[in-house]
């Protein structure tokens, strides 16, 4: 089988660069023009996905993205940062009409070219073998190309013409790609069969995600106002901000009710709004949100419908991440807005759930996973106890319990997970760290590790990805993710390929109402896991 490429550009988007850029950009070789395009592409926004950790104004972009999207890294270093040359391309008839091969040297014959500098280097990656996006180099795209995005983001579709599509550096178009992989689900892993997958198209309500960015720049203009880039949960400014949100999206409900027939099932609750008054207002979010809607009108645009094609690819744990994190990696008050009317069934305390019955199973038992199958059978009350004991929010509450499920250390330093999500604050951390619940917690995870990993050198999990000894978080988290995949994956055999919109992890966003029962006993009759689903209407 030919290797397939998930990397789309949008077809619309190469002719404005042809167009704005002049022979500059279409004298290149076209493997380098829509090498340009796919990072344009993939970069117009700075969101979670793609910003840098250590420069958060700047997007990350790998040696290994740059590989992929214009065949050599030095290629890309010659054209963008310290210049190329262009020889004609000829055949035994003679000169062939613009068209020339990239030289990194002089040669005879070749024309000298300036560096085009139309993606800026902002910082240099570390250099120390690192993983994560805190290694990867750091960069912004020029004013001139931010320009050509804006322009074009800002064109009505009638003005594109018939140069709208998406398509991969070969041609292929996303339906064409599909259906090769037969389905959205591209695999190179696990064990699971091709057929097993869903469809690639997701149904997007273009009438809610421009309401919900019409919200979301009233926000902005009141953080602009306030001039300040946080406004803390419930304060003062907050309230006053979270005030005038409300009242508009009340002087707006009536149109909304005549958007809202139009939309995905109907329904006119605003659980995206619920969502963005539910923690701090921050500037940094707001921009983002706006980029990840930004995004989904002009490629539901692209493909002159109200849909989105999702792809998704599997990490080394069998994990299935959607390529850009579309929908899956938004902000949920974007993904509430897109999938309206949509349906989540998200498995109850899925990891912890999953770690009991292994060890059950294998007639593992120690006083410490008492902790565990308190969270299991109460898992609200624990996190609204925890939320209390520690003074902060369920939320930071439900990020620490599962960082230290996947095996994050229970201390104060800034290079673990359990730092960030206190964001440094010094007291919090204190708190968390000699709080005697959660210190059980983390000793309950390291005697797992020993029962379900034990001294085994290598290791495959549930859907047959092997591992080698990588320490104890990485291991204990290949496991257990390894189960959820395969959780997914018999949630997915037995549904139609057309009802599934959405994968999340360790949930699954329906179009159409399912009975959590029904979900629950197909789990265990495949798999032997008893869980239970929660349901949440979009």
Same mark, same amino acid.
């Given at each position: @089988?030919?290797?397939?490429?998930?990397?789309?550009?949008?077809?619309?988007?190469?002719?404005?660069?042809?167009?704005?850029?002049?022979?500059?950009?279409?004298?290149?070789?076209?493997?380098?023009?829509? %090498?340009?395009?796919?990072?344009?592409?993939?970069?117009?926004?700075?969101?979670?996905?793609?910003?840098?950790?250590?420069?958060?104004?700047?997007?990350? @972009?790998?040696?290994?993205?740059?590989?992929?999207?214009?065949?050599?890294?030095?290629?890309?270093?010659?054209?963008?940062?310290?210049?190329?040359?262009?020889?004609?391309?000829?055949?035994?008839?003679?000169?062939?009409?613009?068209?020339?091969?990239?030289?990194?040297?002089?040669?005879?014959?070749?024309?000298?070219?300036?560096? /085009?500098?139309?993606?800026?280097?902002?910082?240099?990656?570390?250099?120390?073998?690192?993983? =994560?996006?805190?290694?990867?180099?750091?960069?912004?795209?020029?004013?001139?190309?931010?320009?050509?995005?804006?322009?074009?983001?800002?064109?009505?579709?009638?003005?594109? %013409?018939?140069?709208?599509?998406?398509?991969?550096?070969?041609?292929?178009?996303?339906?064409?790609?599909?259906?090769?992989?037969? =389905?959205?689900?591209?695999?190179?892993?696990?064990?699971?069969?091709?057929?097993?997958?869903?469809?690639?198209?997701?149904?997007?309500?273009?009438?809610?995600?421009?309401?919900?960015?019409?919200?979301?720049?009233?926000?902005?203009?009141?953080?602009?106002?306030?001039?300040?880039?946080? &406004?803390?949960?419930?304060?003062?400014?907050?309230? +006053?901000?979270?005030?005038?949100?409300?009242?508009?999206?009340?002087?707006?409900?009536?149109?909304?009710?005549?958007?809202?027939?139009?939309?995905? %099932?109907?329904?006119?609750? +605003?659980?995206?709004?619920?969502?963005?008054?539910?923690?701090?207002?921050?500037?940094? =979010?707001?921009?983002?949100?706006?980029? +990840?809607?930004?995004?989904?009108?002009?490629?539901?645009?692209? @493909?002159?419908?109200?849909?989105?094609?999702?792809?998704?690819?599997?990490?080394?744990?069998?994990?299935? /991440?959607?390529?850009?994190?579309?929908?899956?990696?938004?902000?949920?008050?974007?993904?509430?807005?897109?999938?309206?009317?949509?349906?989540?069934?998200?498995? +109850?305390?899925?990891?912890?759930?999953?770690?009991?019955?292994?060890?059950?199973?294998?007639?593992?038992?120690?006083?410490?996973?008492?902790?565990?199958?308190?969270?299991?059978?109460?898992?609200?009350?624990?996190?609204?106890?925890?939320?209390?004991?520690?003074?902060?929010?369920?939320?930071?509450?439900?990020?620490?319990?599962?960082?230290?499920?996947? =095996?994050?250390?229970?201390?104060?330093?800034?290079?673990?997970?359990?730092?960030?999500?206190?964001?440094?604050?010094?007291?919090?951390?204190?708190?968390?760290?000699?709080?005697?619940?959660?210190?059980?917690?983390? /000793?309950?995870?390291?005697?797992?590790?020993?029962?379900?990993?034990?001294?085994?050198?290598? /290791?495959?999990?549930?859907?047959?990805?092997?591992?080698?000894?990588?320490?104890?978080?990485?291991? &204990?988290?290949?496991?257990?993710?390894?189960?959820?995949?395969?959780?997914?994956?018999?949630?997915?055999?037995?549904?139609?390929?057309?009802?599934?919109?959405?994968?999340?992890?360790?949930?699954?966003?329906?179009?159409?109402?399912?009975?959590?029962?029904?979900?629950?006993?197909?789990?265990?009759?495949?798999?032997?896991?008893?869980?239970?689903?929660?349901?949440?209407?979009?």
């Amino acid at each position: @089988m030919r290797k397939l490429s998930t990397d789309f550009y949008p077809s619309s988007l190469l002719a404005e660069a042809q167009l704005v850029l002049g022979s500059e950009f279409s004298l290149l070789p076209k493997r380098i023009q829509i %090498g340009y395009v796919l990072a344009f592409w993939k970069h117009s926004g700075i969101i979670r996905h793609n910003q840098h950790i250590k420069r958060p104004d700047s997007f990350a @972009m790998s040696e290994a993205e740059v590989q992929r999207c214009f065949t050599d890294r030095r290629n890309f270093r010659s054209v963008n940062d310290t210049g190329y040359w262009l020889k004609p391309k000829s055949n035994r008839y003679g000169l062939i009409d613009n068209q020339y091969t990239l030289l990194r040297k002089e040669e005879d014959g070749a024309i000298e070219c300036k560096p /085009t500098k139309w993606i800026i280097k902002t910082i240099m990656s570390s250099q120390n073998n690192g993983k =994560g996006t805190g290694y990867y180099n750091g960069y912004k795209l020029s004013p001139k190309i931010s320009d050509l995005l804006e322009t074009w983001h800002a064109k009505p579709a009638d003005e594109l %013409g018939d140069s709208v599509g998406f398509v991969n550096h070969k041609g292929d178009s996303v339906l064409e790609i599909a259906a090769e992989l037969g =389905g959205a689900i591209s695999r190179d892993k696990s064990s699971t069969p091709e057929e097993v997958n869903i469809e690639v198209l997701v149904k997007v309500d273009l009438h809610l995600l421009a309401h919900h960015k019409r919200q979301l720049e009233t926000l902005q203009l009141w953080l602009e106002i306030y001039r300040l880039n946080v &406004l803390t949960y419930k304060s003062k400014e907050w309230k +006053e901000v979270s005030s005038k949100l409300v009242t508009n999206e009340g002087a707006a409900r009536a149109g909304a009710k005549r958007e809202a027939k139009q939309a995905l %099932g109907g329904v006119n609750r +605003e659980l995206s709004l619920q969502s963005l008054l539910s923690k701090d207002f921050t500037l940094e =979010g707001t921009q983002q949100r706006l980029t +990840e809607i930004n995004t989904l009108i002009v490629t539901a645009r692209e @493909m002159r419908d109200s849909v989105i094609p999702v792809f998704y690819t599997e990490v080394s744990t069998g994990r299935y /991440t959607s390529k850009e994190a579309v929908l899956q990696g938004y902000h949920k008050s974007v993904r509430y807005a897109a999938l309206k009317g949509c349906y989540e069934y998200d498995l +109850e305390a899925a990891h912890q759930n999953i770690l009991i019955q292994l060890l059950d199973r294998q007639g593992n038992n120690f006083p410490e996973l008492a902790v565990v199958r308190e969270y299991v059978a109460k898992k609200k009350q624990v996190r609204e106890r925890l939320a209390k004991e520690l003074i902060t929010s369920v939320g930071i509450v439900k990020e620490i319990i599962q960082e230290l499920t996947y =095996g994050a250390k229970l201390n104060r330093s800034p290079k673990q997970s359990v730092y960030k999500t206190c964001k440094g604050d010094k007291y919090l951390l204190d708190r968390v760290c000699n709080n005697d619940w959660l210190k059980q917690l983390h /000793t309950t995870f390291k005697l797992a590790y020993k029962y379900l990993v034990g001294e085994n050198k290598e /290791t495959a999990n549930a859907v047959g990805i092997a591992f080698e000894r990588d320490g104890e978080a990485r291991e &204990l988290a290949h496991i257990l993710q390894g189960y959820e995949r395969l959780i997914l994956d018999v949630l997915i055999a037995h549904s139609k390929p057309n009802d599934i919109a959405l994968l999340v992890h360790d949930c699954v966003v329906y179009y159409t109402p399912q009975e959590p029962e029904q979900l629950s006993a197909i789990v265990e009759k495949e798999t032997g896991f008893k869980l239970q689903f929660s349901e949440e209407r979009y």
